[in-house]
């Protein structure tokens, strides 16, 4: 009943704040934490505040995000196959747990730069697709990146070598079976409660994205940064299948090419702030967009890079594939047949 309680409010709220005229259509949208950083205020916010301009449709976008509407992340695709919204900027890994298919864009080791995060979302994101307008009523408009997590400590390191014992903070289950393959122990923990953890010695190193970590302070109480990517914190765009179908085929080409055009941005700006915050971190230059201070930077050996690479398919591969296998019939053989057909040699 509570639930229920909770989702009427959460229609009754998008209801109340929609003014479209009768004339013009409105979308409900849901969008990223206004915490989330960059991307969110710069690409995310003002092209959906545009979005008639970007589609060339006479449909608008009300526009809210997450954190305004006390939707839980690990609930969006359940909501947007309902309907309360027709579109939600996905969070992807928080969704997972409900389509374990989405985190084979994202396996630990998988993407180790830009390029190959490109080539994995075009390889593998027609599959996700496929299944979540099967099971959550959601099409699929594009995958970009916060980019690349890595590593911070707050004690000497020169690579992975030393992270034997080593009180790492994780997010998921995915990324705690790779810490632990390398003799490291994982805790996973919140974002919000890394700070004070690092602060207090309750973990020695924990992984992010150089912006986020930077725009929450965590060169203060750290003192190294390893920039090895063990993944790229993909996210997604979805629209309600139903709201969808109800575009003609030519008004969908419209929307698909904004999406398309959106999402070709977001990647070159996320690429942009990863730069800049790891610049920033170390203290070089330019250092435009994020705020400097001066960590030490471990410098990745082909040794590291070996390990992170042979992980993909000695840990993090498995341990998805017996998951995704019993949620989903051939799950891992279309990874095999799809993105495995490139980095499974």
């Given at each position: 009943?509570?639930?229920?309680?909770?989702?009427?409010?959460?229609?009754?709220?998008?209801?109340?704040?929609?003014?479209?005229?009768?004339?013009?259509?409105?979308l409900k949208v849901l969008g990223q934490p206004g915490a989330t950083g960059e991307i969110q205020k710069n690409k995310e916010a003002p092209f959906f505040q545009n979005f008639a301009e970007k589609t060339g449709l006479d449909v608008t976008a009300n526009f809210q995000t997450l954190d305004q509407t006390g939707v839980k992340g690990a609930e969006e695709l359940r909501i947007l196959k309902s309907g309360l919204f027709d579109i939600i900027s996905l969070r992807l890994q928080q969704v997972s747990r409900d389509s374990p298919v989405i985190m084979g864009l994202d396996l630990v080791g998988?993407?180790?730069?830009?390029?190959?995060?490109?080539?994995?979302?075009?390889?593998?994101?027609?599959?996700?697709?496929?299944?979540?307008?099967?099971?959550?009523?959601?099409?699929?408009?594009?995958?970009?990146?916060?980019?690349?997590q890595v590593l911070f400590c707050n004690k000497e390191i020169t690579g992975l070598s030393d992270l034997s014992g080593v009180k790492i903070r994780t997010d998921d289950q995915t990324l705690s079976k790779f810490i632990e393959s390398i003799g490291a122990i994982p805790v996973q923990m919140g974002f919000s409660e890394v700070y004070q953890s690092l602060a207090r010695g309750v973990v020695d190193c924990a992984i992010t994205g150089p912006s986020s970590a930077n725009a929450s302070d965590w060169p203060e109480v750290t003192t190294h940064i390893l920039p090895l990517s063990y993944r790229f914190a993909v996210q997604g765009y979805g629209m309600n299948l139903n709201t969808w179908n109800s575009f003609?085929?030519?008004?969908?080409?419209?929307?698909?090419?904004?999406?398309?055009?959106?999402?070709?941005?977001?990647?070159?700006?996320?690429?942009?702030?990863?730069?800049?915050?790891?610049?920033?971190?170390?203290?070089?230059t330019p250092c435009e967009l994020n705020k400097p201070f001066e960590l030490t930077e471990v410098p990745v050996s082909d040794e590291d890079l070996a390990v992170v690479s042979e992980g993909l398919m000695n840990v993090s591969f498995p341990a998805w594939a017996q998951v995704c296998d019993a949620s989903t019939e051939g799950c891992s053989q279309s990874w095999m047949d799809t993105v495995g057909a490139r980095v499974a040699k």
């Amino acid at each position: 009943m509570k639930k229920l309680i909770t989702l009427t409010a959460i229609a009754l709220s998008c209801a109340l704040a929609t003014t479209a005229t009768a004339e013009t259509r409105a979308l409900k949208v849901l969008g990223q934490p206004g915490a989330t950083g960059e991307i969110q205020k710069n690409k995310e916010a003002p092209f959906f505040q545009n979005f008639a301009e970007k589609t060339g449709l006479d449909v608008t976008a009300n526009f809210q995000t997450l954190d305004q509407t006390g939707v839980k992340g690990a609930e969006e695709l359940r909501i947007l196959k309902s309907g309360l919204f027709d579109i939600i900027s996905l969070r992807l890994q928080q969704v997972s747990r409900d389509s374990p298919v989405i985190m084979g864009l994202d396996l630990v080791g998988l993407n180790t730069d830009y390029q190959n995060g490109r080539e994995t979302m075009a390889e593998f994101g027609p599959v996700v697709d496929e299944n979540l307008q099967k099971n959550f009523n959601t099409k699929l408009l594009g995958l970009w990146p916060f980019g690349p997590q890595v590593l911070f400590c707050n004690k000497e390191i020169t690579g992975l070598s030393d992270l034997s014992g080593v009180k790492i903070r994780t997010d998921d289950q995915t990324l705690s079976k790779f810490i632990e393959s390398i003799g490291a122990i994982p805790v996973q923990m919140g974002f919000s409660e890394v700070y004070q953890s690092l602060a207090r010695g309750v973990v020695d190193c924990a992984i992010t994205g150089p912006s986020s970590a930077n725009a929450s302070d965590w060169p203060e109480v750290t003192t190294h940064i390893l920039p090895l990517s063990y993944r790229f914190a993909v996210q997604g765009y979805g629209m309600n299948l139903n709201t969808w179908n109800s575009f003609s085929a030519e008004e969908q080409q419209k929307i698909q090419a904004a999406f398309d055009e959106l999402i070709d941005e977001i990647w070159t700006y996320s690429e942009e702030l990863y730069v800049d915050a790891m610049n920033c971190n170390v203290g070089k230059t330019p250092c435009e967009l994020n705020k400097p201070f001066e960590l030490t930077e471990v410098p990745v050996s082909d040794e590291d890079l070996a390990v992170v690479s042979e992980g993909l398919m000695n840990v993090s591969f498995p341990a998805w594939a017996q998951v995704c296998d019993a949620s989903t019939e051939g799950c891992s053989q279309s990874w095999m047949d799809t993105v495995g057909a490139r980095v499974a040699k």
